[in-house]
């Protein structure tokens, strides 16, 4: 039996605990509680994590992981990474620039002891104003490839799926290259 790690990571409001709900089929843990942060529209946010356990065929196992996605709760980051085999991180094509809204989340996965396998989702590109949907697409043209990035709506679980299954094969081919070595 296998068991993976897999952290979410993003904004506040990028949808990670939606995706973790949408995976774990309702049946996550969820730490969210009243938002009182003045700046962000919404109702609820999380403050410690959602966790969700979802048994794989063959007998391995999911645990996913989702952080809280403000920088004021960015010393659980590196806790939560601590074993991933692989994360995770949403870019809200609605809340502005992408780059901008990554680079903490892609630097705390840097800072992670391990080389770890990334996939970005882009979020609520149906939500983006026509300019925040440009500079979201013109950020995704001029993207290195570095990462993969795939769009995703958190609330439907077969685009979900397929996220998972990019980072679960990029999770693969790191083991196949580690075991050439």
Known sequence: MREYKIVVLGEMGAGKSTLVQALAQGRAV???VRN???GADKPFTTVAMDYGDIDLPGGDRLRLYGT???TRFDFLWPILLEGASGAIVLVNAHAGLPQQQVQPYLDA???HPAPLPVV???TRMD???PA???ACEQWLEHDDGALPIVMVDPRDPMQVLTV???LMSQIECQTLVACDE
């Open 30 to 32: 969820s730490t969210e």
């Open 132 to 134: 925040q949907r440009a």
């Open 109 to 111: 996965v840097e800072r």
């Open 164 to 166: 998972m299954d990019v």
């Open 120 to 122: 970005m989702g882009v």
């Open 127 to 129: 939500d983006a104003a």
């Open 68 to 70: 809280p996605g403000q």
């Open 36 to 38: 009182t942060d003045p």
